[in-house]
């Protein structure tokens, strides 16, 4: 059975640091890509970053590229999102989706497009 598990959240003031870790279980990174996505209260949830291992691809929203780094330790089937210099607008709750094959630079971004979800973690940016 296909299970993502996430890890790491809190609270955090502004400018500080967090990283979330996605336990995979029930198949292997070398085959499925895994996003990280975003919701905050009243809104949508928004793709954060992307990760496939087999050819390093990497992708990040434009509001976290040069903040957030995305990374995966396929032998331990974990992914990791290391975020810095966090802001108010950081604040959500952070879930940790997969698929099945390389996504695309055009669409990875669409909830929409991932098929197996984790419960999501809450971080909190408040001074």
């Known amino acids: 059975q296909l299970q993502l598990v996430e890890s790491g959240g809190g609270l955090v003031q502004p400018g500080g640091s967090l990283r979330l870790s996605c336990a995979a279980s029930g198949f292997s990174l070398d085959y499925y890509a895994i996003g990280w996505f975003r919701q905050a209260p009243g809104k949508e949830r928004e793709g954060v970053s992307c990760l496939w291992s087999s050819d390093d691809f990497i992708d990040y929203a434009g509001s976290v590229k040069g903040r957030f780094t995305i990374s995966g330790d396929n032998g331990k089937n974990m992914v990791y999102l290391q975020m810095n210099n966090l802001k108010l607008d950081d604040t959500a709750t952070y879930y940790c989706?997969?698929?099945?094959?390389?996504?695309?630079?055009?669409?990875?971004?669409?909830?929409?497009?991932?098929?197996?979800w984790g419960r999501g973690a809450q971080v909190t940016v408040s001074s």
């Open positions: 989706a997969a698929r099945g094959g390389r996504p695309s630079r055009d669409w990875w971004s669409d909830a929409a497009r991932w098929k197996y």
